[in-house]
């Protein structure tokens, strides 16, 4: 059981990552009918967002200290951050929380960019063809990711969570279970819960707001909308916008699970395009549902048998049963690199639509 | 234009292509040719002719066939660890293997068409990348020696083959005794010109995938086609199933690719799991586009100027910029140096990028259109009037 539970746990956070991609894949795909190939390079912008702020917070004033000496003999440089020199205490804390901090530096640069490549390149594509469109968006991101490996270089940068949010959760005793026996970083559960407060930030405001009434009206039949006199093209413009900022956060709030460098995003974004054909095209809920489970699926492959497990003689009945999956996982090494994919050529034999694609939206 | 006429034009354009092929290594030697790029010139070329088989005919546009490129590399490679370093068997393993990849992926990704398919194939792709740079890397079953690339041993069994050469080190790659590596010199005009053997068996395949090419575009098959790309749903509504049509074409240009592939093992035995990656994909797409998707000749000249600006740009650092504005003013010619800096040595993805944007927005037809349409410029500014009953011809495939 718990066993389970721990990799259930260790999916969300990769499975929130594919969820969020993904719903901005379809939020994109279903108001302006273009498949953004350039979504993992907003993903990646957002993480690079964390990383300029926390530079930026981190940018040292050098001052020498004549009266304590190196081993060298030279005078001893002393660092400190400007803003913990001009703030003190408060400093520090800033420093601390770039992370999360970046949250409010990557919305407002996450919706110009989006806006701006909207406006500025994609409104041209509408009336071209579907390739064009894979094509130009193909070579943005290339060159997204290029400008990114030219400013900061081409390898990792680690950035770390705030202390009070890091170290590992004891998950299991939270819930009333022996201690110690599901541990987990909690830094993941925030991502799981941020991602979640996103997702639903989304829905509602599609579900509940004027503007996100006439959005979901355009996705259904655009032309009506624009005959009904609604400027419909400028909330699709926002829509993507919109689009861009949950990818970015999602790259902001994953930096200190994985570090970021410039391919980041296209390997993410590979990954979300099949979770957004096994949940339908076009699906706002399919999308977020497959991300989830395909994150967990996949960490469910990648178990590997614990160093201390008890002998067949001592075992209950669930660790029978896990023994067996074990063993039929070690029969298939490295099955967890791969087991999205094989989903989605099952997915795709069984069920075209995907799991919650509407009939007939994209089924040829 | 009757079928006479066309049919001697398809004999020029072949003749030109092999003159064109052999007078290769002469013409690129002021320009900085060097047998290694030649080589590379003819692999691409082939790769990118196979690719607009698929792409410039059915016009789905396939983001994942480095993945058959790979896989013939892999094969080739396995080929001459177990039978001989004779390339012939190697190359032909490798196109049969990249074949069935390509019939395996085909099969599924074509159950969906537009965007749905180009998604699937970069799926794909990328779950071989993974198949091969860890999954089957792993020891035990060891095909493809992971991160470090599949590469030749001494202790190779080359069954059909000598297992080391005399002096103790690993066979050569050859044909028949031919060496692939070996390399010829010749003064030519006061010029050294440099040519490898490898050279020849390249340009031998490139001649050939270039007829079977031609052939494909002028049969019936190439205009079922082209059919499927203007109008699948009423290839339907006639009674005509179409997927067979698309599958053959892709397991063409897979085959194609594995071809490609294999040659690339042949003149350097080693195989990687980057030649998989999404990047190389994009990488024909890229020459294919920039060349003149459904033309001929296009993805060929897409392929040689990618591969000529690569082997241009990459070669460039600062110091040669420095170099290169040294005519301008101090303050000026380190700006220069300052803008273009990102763009050559280590960024010349960045170059490429912008090229590809910048080929997509303006030019999508590629060069090809692009030299359509300055022929036509110069044609209706001498015999206007004329130029109506040019048109048809000008698409120069």
Redesign the interface.
Request: glycine share 14%; hydrophobic share 60%.
């Given at each position: 059981m718990d066993q389970i539970l721990l990799q259930i746990l260790n999916g969300l956070d990769k499975g929130s990552a594919y969820a969020l991609i993904a719903l901005g894949l379809t939020l994109i795909f279903g108001t302006l009918g273009v498949v953004n190939f350039a979504h993992g390079a907003l993903f990646m912008l957002g993480a690079f967002c964390t990383v300029s702020l926390n530079k930026l917070l981190t940018m040292e004033q050098v001052v020498l200290d004549e009266t304590r000496m190196t081993a060298w003999g030279t005078p001893m440089e002393i660092r400190t951050p400007f803003v913990e020199a001009w703030f003190g205490e408060f400093g520090t804390t800033l420093v601390e929380y770039a992370v999360p901090l970046s949250i409010l530096v990557a919305i407002p640069v996450m919706l110009l960019v989006g806006v701006t490549m909207e406006r500025g390149l994609i409104k041209h594509f509408y009336k071209r063809p579907h390739a064009e469109q894979i094509l130009v968006t193909f070579g943005l991101a290339i060159v997204l990711q290029e400008i990114i490996k030219a400013w900061f270089g081409a390898n990792p940068i680690p950035q770390s969570e705030p202390d009070a949010l890091g170290g590992m959760l004891d998950f299991g005793a939270a819930i009333g279970m022996t201690e110690g026996t599901i541990t987990y970083p909690a830094w993941r559960l925030v991502y799981f819960l941020f991602a979640g407060v996103v997702i639903t930030g989304v829905f509602c405001f599609l579900q509940f707001t004027t503007f996100g009434m006439v959005v979901r009206a355009g996705m259904a039949d655009r032309e009506t909308v624009g005959l009904l006199g609604i400027n419909i093209d400028k909330r699709f413009t926002f829509m993507f916008g919109l689009a861009a900022v949950v990818a970015g956060l999602a790259g902001v709030m994953y930096t200190p699970i994985l570090s970021p460098d410039y391919h980041l995003g296209m390997d993410f974004l590979v990954l979300s395009f099949v979770v957004v054909v096994v949940g339908g095209m076009g699906s706002l809920g399919g999308a977020v549902m497959a991300g989830f489970l395909l994150g967990i699926l996949q960490s469910f492959t990648a178990m590997k048998r614990p160093a201390i497990f008890p002998d067949a003689a001592d075992r209950t009945v669930g660790e029978d049963i896990l023994n067996v999956w074990y063993t039929i996982l070690e029969y298939l090494p490295g099955i967890d690199q791969i087991i999205i994919y094989l989903a989605a050529v099952v997915v795709l034999l069984v069920r075209p639509r995907g799991l919650m694609g509407r009939k007939g939206v994209m089924e040829t | 234009m009757n079928a006479k006429a066309s049919s001697r034009n398809d004999l020029y354009l072949i003749l030109g292509f092999i003159v064109a092929v052999a007078l290769g290594p002469i013409i690129m030697t002021p320009f900085g040719g060097y047998p290694d790029l030649l080589q590379k010139f003819a692999i691409f070329g082939i790769f990118a002719i196979g690719f607009n088989i698929l792409?410039g005919l059915t016009?789905y546009?396939s983001?994942g066939h480095a993945a058959f490129l790979g896989a013939g590399s892999y094969a080739a490679v396995w080929c001459f660890k177990l039978v001989g370093m004779n390339v012939l068997p190697a190359i032909i393993s490798a196109m049969i293997v990249g074949g069935l990849f390509s019939a395996l992926i085909g099969f599924?990704s074509l159950?969906?068409?537009?965007?749905?398919f180009?998604?699937?194939t970069?799926?794909?792709a990328?779950?071989c990348y993974?198949?091969a740079y860890?999954?089957?890397g792993?020891p035990?079953?060891n095909l493809t020696n992971g991160e470090t690339g599949l590469q030749l041993k001494l202790d190779d069994p080359r069954y059909f083959g000598e297992s080391a050469s005399e002096s103790g080190t690993i066979p050569p790659t050859s044909m028949f005794g031919i060496e692939m590596k070996q390399i010829h010199e010749f003064d030519l005009f006061g010029m050294t010109v440099q040519v490898s053997n490898g050279y020849f068996v390249c340009a031998l395949f490139v001649i050939l995938a270039f007829y079977v090419s031609m052939r494909i575009f002028r049969s019936p098959f190439g205009m079922m086609l082209r059919a499927v790309k203007t109008n699948q749903n009423r290839m339907s509504y006639t009674g005509l199933n179409t997927r067979p049509y698309a599958l053959a074409a892709f397991v063409i240009s897979g085959m194609y690719a594995g071809l490609a592939g294999g040659l690339m093992s042949a003149m350097d035995p080693l195989a990687g799991a980057e030649r998989m990656q999404?990047t190389a994909s994009?990488e024909v797409?890229l020459m294919t586009?920039l060349g003149g998707a459904g033309t001929l000749i296009g993805p060929i000249i897409g392929a040689g100027v990618i591969k000529y600006l690569e082997n241009i740009f990459s070669s460039f650092n600062d110091q040669v910029m420095t170099g290169f504005f040294d005519f301008l003013p101090d303050w000026l010619g380190s700006a220069m140096v300052w803008i273009t800096s990102?763009f050559v040595g280590e960024?010349w993805?960045?170059t490429?990028?912008?090229i590809?944007?910048l080929i997509?927005?303006f030019l999508?037809g590629g060069l090809m259109e692009g030299f359509a349409r300055i022929g036509r410029l110069f044609r209706g500014s001498r015999k206007r009037g004329e130029g109506a009953a040019d048109a048809p011809r000008v698409p120069a495939e």
């Open positions: - | 792409f016009g546009l983001f599924v159950r969906r068409s537009g965007i749905y180009s998604i699937l970069l799926a794909f990328q779950m993974n198949l860890s999954v089957l792993q035990g079953m999404w994009g797409v586009i990102p960024g993805h960045l490429l990028g912008v590809f944007m997509v927005i999508p």
